[in-house]
């Protein structure tokens, strides 16, 4: 069991830079499945999802290649199964992409249903469904399998989605790429990580147009045959240690983002009192006065990301006066809030808002993480809170983070890996 021990107090100082983004990688690597020939693939974090999702594609007869640390030649070439049941599909939510991508190269997918990050609500998968019937698929679930099956080859259609969802968009765009004629996705989600993964697919070979719009449009092409793909900076991973640096005080440069992607959480952090200057391919923030009170509404991009949802509410803890936060896209994310109130803070939820009176201060204590992003919150909330936090359930963040303890480490921050194997204690710090 590993745990880390964090000793707060310490302000962020000094600069960082951020890894390929989790959401993006966890597309483009089931997409690779549809191309018939090698892709490389740079800039992909060191993070569990992604080596999950490496294994499975290895089971499946996949040919990968490791070029360096973030560099893979990835050749599905010769994978010839339509099946994808094994254990590990139920760790990760991204193993469902794999239902796109296979019913798009062969007619067929019998993929196990995903798992990934649990935060209290339901994850239906109502709207993938419908958008693979629309484009002639017959869609089962039977003990826990999805199979979608064509009687030929997946065909064009028109398909306007019911709730903008960001694995619908990603799971209906591979479906169609492969397919016969257009296929015209409306109400689509508008992350960057969509963007990302219609531009993987053309580079390698696809037709796909408006991404980043709310309609989508993908011409079916014959084949893909590879190429060269770097995927873009982690949104979120950026947005974390913007709000970490807004907790603890200090000055950061944050290199290797887009700013752009960044702007929906700066302009709340500014609202605070958080100093942010874009730069080309960096930002620096500053926090260095008291922080104040505001409103959070999250929404789908552009607007404020649920995946910081529970990070600004651990910033907001320590904001003079009564800010709320209202989750437009789950049905609950709250489950942190119980944790944080371990360390003095007070938060009351109500239904979908939760109001936070904002503290003078944290206090640190053993906690646990339940999901990834309230595991970051978490970390963020040790690292502004007074003594010490121990902090379990850190499997979660490795998910999405990478190297998380030391990047906080090189930035002045004080936290340990403690992996506790047969009774005996291994403390590590990691710098
Ligand atoms: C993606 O999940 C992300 N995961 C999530 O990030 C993120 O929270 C979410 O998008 C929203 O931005 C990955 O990219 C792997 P959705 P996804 O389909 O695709 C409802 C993280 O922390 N819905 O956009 O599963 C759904 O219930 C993870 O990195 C339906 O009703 O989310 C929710 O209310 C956690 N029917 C809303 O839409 C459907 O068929 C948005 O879900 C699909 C979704």
Not at 360 to 377: F, H
Request: aromatic letters at 4%; charged letters at 20%.
């Amino acid at each position: 069991m590993t745990k880390y021990v964090i000793n707060g107090g310490n302000p962020l100082n000094g600069e960082i830079e951020i890894s390929g983004a989790k959401n993006a990688a966890v597309a483009i690597i089931p997409a690779a499945l549809m191309v018939d020939g090698v892709c490389r693939i740079e800039n992909l974090p060191e993070i569990s999802d992604v080596k999950t999702l490496l294994s499975i594609l290895k089971e499946m007869g996949a040919k990968i290649r490791v070029v360096d640390k973030r560099t893979l030649d990835i050749d599905c070439s010769r994978v010839g199964t339509t099946a994808a049941t094994f254990d590990m599909m139920r760790r990760i939510r991204a193993s469902y992409y794999l239902i796109g991508a296979l019913l798009g190269r062969f007619g067929r997918a019998d993929v196990a249903m995903p798992g990934g990050c649990n935060f209290g609500g339901v994850r239906p998968i109502d709207q993938h469904i419908k958008g693979f019937t629309a484009m002639g698929a017959s869609v089962h679930v039977k003990n826990g399998i999805v199979t979608a099956v064509t009687s030929d080859m997946v065909r064009g259609a028109a398909i306007y989605l019911d709730v903008v969802s960001v694995g619908a968009t990603i799971n209906l765009m591979l479906g169609a790429t492969l397919a016969k004629g257009m296929t015209i996705i409306e109400n689509a989600a508008r992350e960057p990580h969509i963007v990302d993964l219609a531009n993987f697919l053309n580079s390698m070979g696809a037709d796909i147009r408006g991404a980043g719009t709310n309609e989508i449009k993908i011409r079916g092409v014959k084949c893909m045959n590879g190429g060269f793909y770097s995927i873009i900076p982690d949104q979120i991973e950026a947005g974390t240690y913007m709000a970490a640096v807004a907790a603890t005080g200090g000055r950061l440069c944050i290199r290797n983002v887009i700013p752009k992607h960044l702007e929906c959480i700066s302009v709340k952090l500014r609202e605070m009192g958080v100093t942010i200057v874009d730069l080309d391919d960096s930002v620096i923030v500053q926090r260095d006065a008291p922080l104040l009170k505001t409103h959070v509404k999250t929404l789908p991009y552009p607007g404020f990301p649920t995946d910081m949802q529970p990070q600004i509410a651990t910033v907001l803890c320590l904001a003079e006066g009564t800010s709320t936060i209202t989750e437009g896209v789950w049905d609950n994310r709250f489950k942190y809030v119980d944790e944080l109130a371990k360390m003095g803070s007070t938060i009351r939820v109500d239904g979908r808002t939760a109001v936070v009176e904002g503290v003078p201060y944290l206090t640190g204590a053993p906690i646990k993480a339940s999901d990834l992003r309230a595991g970051a919150a978490l970390v963020i909330a040790g690292l502004a809170a007074r003594g010490k936090t121990v902090l379990d359930g850190v499997q979660y963040i490795e998910r999405g983070y990478d190297k998380m303890v030391s990047k906080l480490n090189s930035i002045g921050a004080d936290v340990k890996i403690v992996s506790e194997r047969e009774g005996k204690k291994i403390t590590k710090k990691i710098v």
